[in-house]
């Protein structure tokens, strides 16, 4: 990943925090500019990224840090979550509620992908909604774009309107209407023309197709990796041809996908598909949780955070904290720590959810926590009797074996957890030292 991401640096600033409990103004100001920085690389524009932060301001400061996170994990969540709710409802489909042939109207720049996402609409109504479709190619500006949209057809099994040579746009949207609804169909999807910015007369040419052929939908196709003119392109073709909905391609390169906050802010209209390949079928649903995370590029801390407020009793961690600090872990806090890893999806789980932790990972990994073990390891602590696992000290040779056999172990097993339990505990004393932060962001561990 080419940038650094959002949850890395929100640790840098929040997480030396040691004190718990609500975000100050202060905490969030500094987090704020992380989070306008981080938008910014994502090809957010200026303007959408200020009213974005300033309503996760509102949001954030006052707001209660769940005990087993930190400062800035909490912050990463609530600026996904504001996210989520500005990039709009999950998914909304093409709406075909209208007496057919139902028109849909793709209009955008050149090169945006208009021509490919109409053969995926097309492909996908006719397979997965059992439409008979009809497409048609309003671009006679490019001379090979009609030619393109009749092979397209063909590969995938689509019908397209004959090309007459020489047709105006709108003689060519009116021949579509009467194909359409003649042939029986019950969608027709009109392909216009775009050119490689906005301008006046292409304004004008959408705006005469839209009088002519009464499209129910007017799906503005953008590429995702535009930058900060996806604010003016959205706008203009919203004011001057008024559009239903958007559909960002090239989702699959490694944009992050900016443009859909900026474009959806702007216009207040609904993400309604995403391209996602070269191919036919290379066309999803819009899931705005997904772009968040993308948008943030931040691993899947929001999960966690979700995870750990549920699966972690916040009093306990608390207790816990208590006890590193001190230099006190035995083998029963071993055994907590233990079980709340395995609810948090085993160590492998957890560790794939963390960001930034790559230190700590090589020494978890040293010590072998795999997911397995996990268990083998609980099941060995809980052959001890109580003293032994609040005193290791007193496992001698003869103890060990008797604890091996009672978990179906060996003795080497036995050392290793104990060799274990040493460095951890050790781990434990030396974070517990260290203002709070690597433990918060092992969600108490
Ligand atoms: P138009 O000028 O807007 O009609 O654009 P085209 O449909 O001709 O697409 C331009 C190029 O972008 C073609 O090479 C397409 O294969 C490619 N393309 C379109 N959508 C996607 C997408 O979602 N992902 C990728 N990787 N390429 C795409």
Redesign the pocket.
Known sequence: DMFESLSDRLSGILDSLTRRGALSDADVTAALREVRRALIEADVSLDVVRSFTDKVKNRAVGHEVVKSVTPGQMVVKIVHDQLVEMLGAEGEPIDLNAPAPVAIMMV???????????GKIALRLTKRDKRKVLMASL?TR?PA?QE?LKVLGEQTGIDTLPIIAGQSPTQIAKRAESAARLGGYDVVIL?TA?RTHIDEPLMVEMAEIKAIANPHEILL?ADSLTGQDAVNLAKSFDERVGITGLVL?????DGRGGAALSMRAVTGKPVKL?????KAD?LEEFHPARIADRILGMGDIVSLVEKASEAIDAEQAAKMAKKFKKGEFDLDDLSEQLQQMEKLGGMSGMLGMLPGIGKMKKQLEAANLDDSVIKRQRAIISSMTKKERRAPKLLNASRKKRIAAGSGTEVQDVNKLLKMHRQMADMMKAMGKKKGGMMGALGGM
């Open positions: 955008g720049l050149q090169g945006s992908g208009k021509t490919t996402t109409s671009d490019r774009a393109q392909d775009g196709v391609t090239r989702m699959d390169g995403i391209g996602t390949g070269e290379a």
